[in-house]
């Protein structure tokens, strides 16, 4: 039996960005993954979809460059070529992980995980007929879609119908008709992009608003703006059944069918645990299946962290890698732990949608006395140059007392990009005297905030 310091559960994000920073740190680091290295975000996610979306975006160019005195005949969109794009980007960077890994010498195993408890010798993991053994253990197995015990839905994603953001993103023809179920991050960037690319496309939501939590001003210009695009939008709507031609769902409490060539269920995603073993450890779940952790990202088992969606904290990305790191800080001593306050979270449609920390309802929930300030899109010369609209705006909001932002929201080109800014202001709870006295470059969409923070 092969002993390790650390066994990781899971090559995603949060898996494979703490065996990098593991082996780095010495540690003799093995890394399971059942699948594909790199998770769902570059397999079937983060980067397929902005592969997608970039297409569009030349292809919506190409259609309206009249505007920008750029004119182009007999412009076609080809699918095809677009998915077998997307392939080729997540095989080079499968390989530039795979590479990283390796520059840590760590271990790769494909094959399923199974936890069998924990001896002297440590935890002990078994793949397929081996079992090993590691000092520490971190479970980041991901997260999986929710499949709702809707009527026709599991037959439908048997024949093909009825695809999740995995089988979407190899989808290599245009459908005629696209209904999507569920209007969050997914849903609303796929609205877009098949919306963009000419796909008549229905959004039937549960809640009265699109995009979750997002603060409700960026959630309803971003609707109406997909709304101009063609997008259909059926609010506080229940999917009652699914049949290889139509979507049946109460609206105004009315049956409505809506008809389709193809349906998207994105209404959500839960943590992976089921079949891990982690019952052998007396691992504390929550309902969800969710593993609970702190914020340094132990469990309530010594030596035994859980990063990534698997925790149920914050489904992103961006949040895996920084956990990843804090679990390997806090395997090492290094003090540091994580503040979810200011975790970052984009939608990518146009314009692109940015938020971190808290919206202003919920900062008036938690009774913080707080001042809002907002400014049009129209007030950045950067964006007026290179767009023919201005419907997106900078919103902040600066706790009166403590003169700090703790919150931001921003509907605007680069919104992806000028986020990271806000959410170091947020972290390091940096006085807006402070952030006022910044130079931005000129010109810049990101000038914004400065601008916003001088009408305090």
């Known amino acids: 039996m092969e002993k390790f310091d650390l066994i990781i559960i899971g090559g995603g994000p949060a898996g494979y960005h703490a065996g990098e920073r593991a082996g780095h740190a010495g540690f003799k680091t093995l890394l399971i993954e059942k699948e594909h290295l790199g998770g769902v975000c570059l397999n079937e996610g983060c980067i397929p979809s902005k592969a997608f979306l970039n297409s569009a975006k030349m292809y919506a160019h190409a259609l309206h460059g009249e505007k920008f005195g750029v004119f182009a005949e007999n412009v076609r969109y080809d699918q095809g070529i677009v998915v077998d794009r997307k392939n080729t980007i997540v095989r080079r960077l499968i390989a530039g992980v795979k590479a990283q890994l390796k520059s840590g010498k760590v271990t790769i195993i494909e094959g399923n995980a199974s936890v069998k408890g924990k001896t002297s010798e440590g935890f002990l993991v078994q793949v397929g007929e081996e079992t090993y053994s590691a000092t520490r253990l971190l479970v980041a197995s991901g997260a999986v879609p929710v499949i709702p015990n809707i009527p026709g839905l599991r037959q439908g994603i048997e024949e ?17 008709r696209l209904t999507i179920i569920g209007g969050g991050v997914i849903g609303l960037e796929m609205a877009s992009y098949y919306s963009a690319i000419g796909t008549q496309v229905q959004v039937v939501e549960m809640m009265n608003k699109v995009a979750g939590p997002t603060d409700e001003e960026l959630s309803t210009l971003l609707q109406k703006t997909l709304e101009k695009n063609g997008v259909k939008f059926y609010l506080n709507s229940t999917v009652t059944a699914v049949s290889p031609t139509e979507v049946t769902f109460t609206f105004e409490g009315k049956d409505v069918k809506i008809a389709h060539e193809k349906v998207l269920l994105s209404i959500g995603r839960r943590p992976a645990t089921a079949g891990l073993g982690l019952e052998t450890l007396g691992v504390e779940l929550a309902k969800n299946g969710a593993v609970i952790t702190d914020d340094k990202l132990q469990t309530n088992v010594a030596n035994l962290y859980a990063a990534g ?19 390997i800080h806090s395997m090492t001593q290094t003090v540091d732990r994580m503040n979810y306050d200011a975790i970052p979270s984009v939608i990518y449609t146009q314009p692109e949608i940015a938020t971190v920390g808290l919206t202003e309802r919920a900062a008036k929930e938690k009774g913080l006395d707080v001042r809002v300030v907002t400014l049009p899109l129209a007030y950045s010369g950067r964006h007026m140059a290179e767009n023919t609209e201005a419907d997106g705006f900078c919103k902040l909001i600066v706790n009166s007392k403590t003169r700090t932002l703790v919150g931001a929201h921003l509907a605007s080109s680069y919104a992806s990009e000028i986020i990271v ?29 400065k601008d916003t923070l001088f009408q305090l």
């Open 309 to 327: 969606d698997v925790n149920g904290k914050s489904m992103l990305a961006h949040t895996a890698y920084r956990e990843a790191e804090v679990a």
């Open 160 to 176: 093909g119908i009825v695809l999740t953001n995995r089988e979407i993103l190899d989808l290599k023809t245009i459908p005629e």
């Open 421 to 449: 800014m806000l959410s170091s202001m947020i972290d390091l709870e940096i006085d807006v005297q402070n952030i006022t006295r910044l130079v931005f470059p000129h010109p810049t969409v990101g000038e914004l905030i």
